[in-house]
Nanobody, 123 residues
Framework: QVQLVESGGGAVQPGQSLTLSCRSS????????MAWFRQAEGKERERVAS????????STLGAVKGRFTISRDNAENTLYLQMNQLQVDDTAMYYC????????????????WGQGTQVTVSS
């Protein structure tokens, strides 16, 4: 059974940082392109950041560029999202996703999804 499990979410104040992690059971993440998506209440899901298998190709949502960094540790079978200078508008459920086809990631149709971790930014 394939599982992607996110952790690291929480409630923080504007300007603070969080690091999200995504670990897998049943998948060797080193064989998959990965991404973080988020969905805020009442809004559509959006792709926050994505990374290909070897980490050489990444993309980041304009609204978080310069503040969020996606990375992967294939040896640890883990995906990360470092989030700095968090803003109220970053409040959302954050999902980890995986697919062997990076194109499916970019089109928002990855095969595997985690259950999400909530990030709440408020003063």
């Amino acid at each position: 059974q394939v599982q992607l499990v996110e952790s690291g979410g929480g409630a923080v104040q504007p300007g603070q940082s969080l690091t999200l992690s995504c670990r897998s059971s049943g998948l060797v993440l080193g064989n998959y392109a990965m991404a973080w998506f988020r969905q805020a209440e009442g809004k559509e899901r959006e792709r926050v950041a994505s990374i290909n298998v070897n980490g050489g190709t990444r993309s980041t949502l304009g609204a978080v560029k310069g503040r969020f960094t996606i990375s992967r540790d294939n040896a640890e079978n883990t995906l990360y999202l470092q989030m700095n200078q968090l803003q109220v508008d970053d409040t959302a459920m954050y999902y980890c996703a995986a697919d062997q086809d990076y194109g499916q990631i970019l089109e928002g149709r990855p095969r595997y999804w985690g259950q999400g971790t909530q990030v709440t930014v408020s003063s």
